[in-house]
């Protein structure tokens, strides 16, 4: 398999947001000034991967060979030439929440060298809110959907914002969660990199489409005391970044099928490519933090 990476979808200057528009409709992006440089002060290197909406059991005409993809990506991941300390999901494993599609992305995740962690996405959580997500993929160090753990001096969040929602469907944390949340990172040093995770963005990107957290406003006061950030999110199928002081926030591609860049279309519904274009629009990212040096990301393409 061609890995090859995926140009970066949004810059910010300070002045606004950047769109880049690729040949084939979906959001690309460049690298503006240093946004992607964050300095750590972990004693060690350490890598992992984002994955993110898989979507197994979709079947329509923007992919209907989820499965195969998002194997495609397992392969990938396992052949890294350095095996990352782990994978984390940031929901939407599942299309409609069903036990079949949960066993069947169980099955398909076990493939993996690295051990994994997950958080739900909303279509994790349709009819029973999360419940069959919960028993298939069980983390019992969650408290009011957070959960957290150290690695070689980075300390890591996972958030949940879609079992509540707010205007125009906005993901929505939770004051629960915020107090949890608050108390969990003054425990830490503000020298310690911060790695975040969630399945929708924590700013807003399009709000109209639901491309945003409601509370996320409570949110940034709690990390901007950090000397070094990185919120890692999906649920928009596109890389998008933003940078506000030492927050970079960056969302992911999909494994299933692209959504429309944001306000190019009248919804985000899956968008149909051709088979190479849609290969090329599919992936997952892979994330290094360098001691004393810099936050590096890449993506990953599956074609």
Known sequence: MKRRKFIEHVGWTGLGILWVVGENGVLTSCK?????????????????????????????????????????????????????????????ITHLSKPAEFDQAKQLFAQLKAPLFTLPGEHDTIGDGGKAYSEAFSQNDKKEGLQSWDDAGVHFVSLTNVLEFGEAG????????????????????????LVVFSHIPLYDIYPQWGWATADSANLLPLLSRFSSVTVL?????????????????????????????????????????????????LGFRSVELVPKNDVKIEQHSLA
Request: net charge positive.
């Open 32 to 92: 503006i000034g240093n946004s992607q440089e964050q300095k750590l002060s972990n004693s060690k290197a350490l890598s992992f991967v984002q994955i993110s909406d898989t979507h197994i059991g979709f079947d329509k005409p923007a992919n209907t060979h989820v499965k195969e993809t998002l194997t495609k990506a397992i392969n990938a991941i396992n052949a890294l030439p350095t095996q990352p300390s782990f994978v984390i999901h940031t929901g939407d």
């Open 233 to 281: 999110s999906g649920h928009i199928h596109q890389v998008i970044q933003h940078t506000e002081g030492n927050i970079r926030f960056s969302t992911a591609a999909s494994t299933a099928y692209p959504l429309p860049s944001p306000g190019k279309a009248e919804k985000p519904a899956p968008v149909k490519l051709p088979e190479n274009d849609l290969l090329t629009a």
């Open 170 to 193: 906005k993901g929505k944390l939770g004051q629960a969660q915020l107090d949890v949340l608050s108390k969990n990172l003054a425990a830490q040093k503000s020298d310690t990199p």
